[in-house]
């Protein structure tokens, strides 16, 4: 197995916005799609993250599900499960792979930042 280089990381982020006008500011903008490019494979993360669900909805809770505390910052492929922080991803990661979520196991772990406006 060949060790991730961290130069071949490649994060993008396809944002859409909706730009709504009035006749005088403030204007608003509201992020209708996310996209990140990982290793030729695009996540959709307004689907993942459900962006568009209701923000104070438990199961779109902007939490880690396993420390509380930190943001969720990465999704778990390939079940494309957002629900874990960076840090405890990687505990996961490391130790038994699976998704705390649905128990699929994680072939991998793709960081993101949510790009909110
Ligand atoms: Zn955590
Ligand atoms: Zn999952």
Aim: net charge neutral; hydrophobic share 30%; with cysteine.
């Amino acid at each position: 197995m060949q060790a991730e280089n961290s130069s071949d990381f490649r994060q993008l982020y396809y944002l859409q916005f909706h730009f709504q006008r009035h006749a005088h500011p403030p204007w608003s903008l509201q992020v209708l799609k996310q996209k990140i490019l990982h290793h030729g494979s695009l996540f959709d993360l307004t689907e993942a993250y459900g962006l568009n669900s209701s923000r104070t909805d438990d199961s779109t809770s902007q939490e880690c599900v396993i420390c509380l505390c930190n943001n969720k910052e990465t999704i778990a492929k390939p079940c494309k499960h957002v629900s874990m922080c960076s840090g405890c991803a990687q505990v996961v990661f490391n130790s038994e792979k699976k998704c705390p979520v649905c128990r699929q196991t994680i072939s991998e772990i793709i960081p993101f930042q949510v790009v909110t406006v």
